[in-house]
């Protein structure tokens, strides 16, 4: 109540705001620099999502929010309670995360919590579904997920919303920005925090969990990001980028069935990302244009493991307090050129240094350095004006200067082997317009995905040897996707998708008594299919669906069975709006069953339904309501960690747009 008292004091900014902002737009300004895309592709809504659909959907970190997409996944990793996304069943270790371009990735292990990252500042979500520009870099071998930031068109523009949830829970955030013409200014500063999560009524009680709130589910998530931007004429650009997380969070415990499993007592004081990074274009003449971009990356991370569920001694032989201080730096310099008639030929080189430091309370740092090189060459070539051919081809190093382990024996430090890699990468793709209203686009792709730092060197917790001879993992990947609209009303969408994967990374057992071993010995197969459509029945009258279908065979090692994504997802929506004053929104989500071991234990099918009302109370200001989860499932997306019953939310918002 207090948060909503407090909102509701800004009702008089109202009069001032109206006074000095531009004509309302319907749409969020996209920083356009910060995409990467292929030119002859379009976006379309099966491979991207707005900041309009996501606030429409009450999406509030980037995990959710592309859960809205056919052939998207959304996955926990329950252990250490981080959301993720499958892209046609690749982890994010296949499928880089970038910021406006800028790889955003751990260092050490090639994943990124997306449950810190939230959508407040964001103007879309761009994904490539293994056809990916070349411009990208290294280990897209499923493809890339691109955040892109905000960019003003107006002289003033302000949005935000804040609101309360279940579970204790509270957001708010600000974005304000200013176009003057040559200068532009971006702000945005947000916190989304939540003490628990309420279980479902069906859930019965366990050990470590009676039910009720989620025990140790408490989140806090603030951010503070900055651009500035100078346009000294129409062709030329220049951006200074900078953010700023600050995150901490605990991990549920353990509450199912599997005895292999353990039960962790863990928490995370610190989960803090900083990204600096500054954007370029230049026009050198009339045919030539040069891209850059630099930046400078942190990543701070506390872990704490407790004796138990009070969480308030570390004596047992499983405690530890484990600390992270990574860094990235790196850069790339693009070159378009359009000299020859119909090719738009572009030339990039990247280079990604990414530092780890590690250790654990009373024991030396240790230190882990991988340089990553590439050089590629992307050519789009019209054909016709409604066909085009884009070829490409990258070659990528990966080179380890460092890598130190730690022998608690001596408490000294001593040095890995060192580990290089090479890989070639070559695509090509086939884009037609067949009309105004069907497109047809087909292509095919080799892509590698070099080893981490983890995968090369990591012991698990005294489980595993290392391996820094690892070779990167290869995938040909082939696509056929129809896009067409019919009558002005209805938008359809279909993919048919194929991944054969070669030399996957693999657990091989028992290569010392009782300690396994990665090694490239996997071989595997992804296939499926996705579905989308969108028909406008009557004005104000919406309805939507996607449907995917994604099979994954381990066909080197049918034993190993592949987790975290089931075979079948179904999503809808029904959407209604009386003018502008009112909208109603009601949406229903159904996942098929899903392995959470490579040994087969499993998580149940399960369909949810949410829904959400929207009301305009004012020019600028709105509220809105809602209910997940409406029916208070008791569901789960790993095996013994239960997602949240039913939860509501109310927000209070003003947008200038």
């Known amino acids: 109540m207090k948060i909503l008292l407090l909102f509701l004091a800004l009702l008089p900014l109202q009069a001032a705001i109206a006074q000095v902002t531009d004509t309302i737009s319907n749409q969020q300004g996209v920083f356009q620099l910060g995409e990467i895309t292929i030119l002859g592709s379009t976006t379309d809504s099966i491979n991207a999502v707005s ?4 606030e429409k959907f009450n999406r509030t970190d980037i995990a959710s929010s592309l859960n809205l997409l056919p052939g998207i996944t959304l996955a926990n990793v329950g252990p250490r309670n981080e959301s993720v996304v499958y892209v046609r069943g690749f982890d994010l270790r296949q499928v880089p995360v970038f910021i406006d371009g800028v790889p955003v990735y751990v260092p050490y292990d090639g994943y990124v919590d997306m449950g810190r990252f939230t959508t407040f500042d964001l103007s879309e979500i761009n994904v490539s579904k293994g056809f990916s520009s070349i411009l990208y870099g290294a280990n897209t071998m499923g493809g890339a997920i691109n955040l892109v930031s905000r960019k003003p068109v107006k002289k003033l523009e302000l949005n935000g919303k804040i609101g309360a949830f279940s579970g204790d829970g509270y957001r708010w955030n600000l974005n304000a920005g200013s176009n003057l013409g040559k200068v532009y200014l971006q702000l945005g500063i947000s916190q989304l925090k939540q003490d628990y999560y309420p279980m479902s009524n069906d859930f019965e009680a366990r050990n470590y969990e009676d039910g009720g709130e989620r025990d140790n589910a408490y989140r806090d998530d603030l951010k503070f990001s900055f651009k500035a931007g100078f346009t000294p004429n129409e062709t030329d650009e220049y951006v200074i980028g900078y953010a700023n997380q600050q995150g901490e969070k605990g991990t549920p415990p353990y509450i199912g069935d599997d005895e292999n499993i353990r039960t962790r007592f863990w928490q995370w004081p610190k989960w803090n990302k900083q990204s600096l990074y500054f954007v370029s274009k230049t026009a050198i003449g009339n045919t030539h244009t040069l ?13 704490y493991s407790y004796d138990d569920s009070t969480y308030s001694s570390m004596t047992r032989p499983y405690t530890f307090q484990s600390f992270y201080d990574d860094y990235t730096v790196g850069g790339n310099a693009e070159v378009e050129s359009r000299a020859w008639a119909n090719n738009v030929l572009k030339f990039a080189v990247q280079f990604k240094r990414d530092v780890h430091r590690e250790n654990d309370l009373g024991e030396p740092q240790q230190g882990f350095i991988d340089n990553t090189i590439s050089i590629g060459l992307e050519d789009t070539y019209s054909i016709t004006p409604s066909l085009s051919v884009v070829p490409g081809l990258s070659y990528n190093t990966r080179n380890s200067l460092k890598a130190e382990d730690y022998d608690s024996d001596t408490g000294e430090l001593i040095a890995f082997d060192a580990s290089n890699n090479a890989a070639l990468n070559a ?4 884009f037609w317009d067949i009309n105004s209203n069907q497109i047809l686009k087909a292509s095919i792709s080799r892509k590698t995905r070099f080893a981490t730092i983890k995968d090369r060197y990591s012991y698990r917790m005294g489980q595993a040897l290392p ?3 690892l070779e990167a993992e290869v995938a040909l990947n082939t696509d056929i996707s129809y896009s067409a609209k019919f009558f002005d009303k209805l938008s359809v969408n279909a993919s048919v998708f194929r991944s054969n994967i070669n030399d996957i990374i693999q657990q091989v057992d028992n290569v010392e008594p ?4 990665l090694q490239n010995t996997g071989k595997a197969l992804f296939y499926g299919y996705e579905l989308n459509a969108d028909y406008s029945i009557v004005k104000g009258l919406h309805a ?3 449907y995917s279908y994604i099979r994954r065979k381990n066909e080197s090692n049918p034993e190993i069975l592949f987790t975290n994504v089931p075979n079948h997802k179904l999503f809808g929506y029904v959407d209604y709006s009386f003018k502008e004053l009112f909208n109603l929104l009601i949406s229903t989500e ?11 234990t499993s998580a149940d099918p399960y369909t949810l339904f949410n829904t959400k009302a929207s009301v305009k109370i004012a020019k600028y200001l709105s509220i809105e309501s809602g209910v997940n989860n409406l029916f208070d499932k008791n569901y789960m997306l790993v095996e013994g960690f239960p997602e949240a019953g039913r ?3 109310i927000n209070l918002s003003f947008n200038t747009l």
């Open 291 to 303: 891209k850059t971009r630099w930046y400078y990356d942190t990543f701070v991370n506390d872990l």
């Open 467 to 469: 391996n820094p001879d």
């Open 544 to 546: 939507g669906a996607n």
């Open 427 to 430: 695509q090509l793709g086939v």
């Open 51 to 54: 900041i309009k659909k996501i």
């Open 514 to 517: 009782g300690i396994y071993q």
């Open 647 to 649: 939860n509501y939310f």
């Open 590 to 600: 159904y996942n098929s069953k899903r392995y959470s071991t490579s040994y087969g």
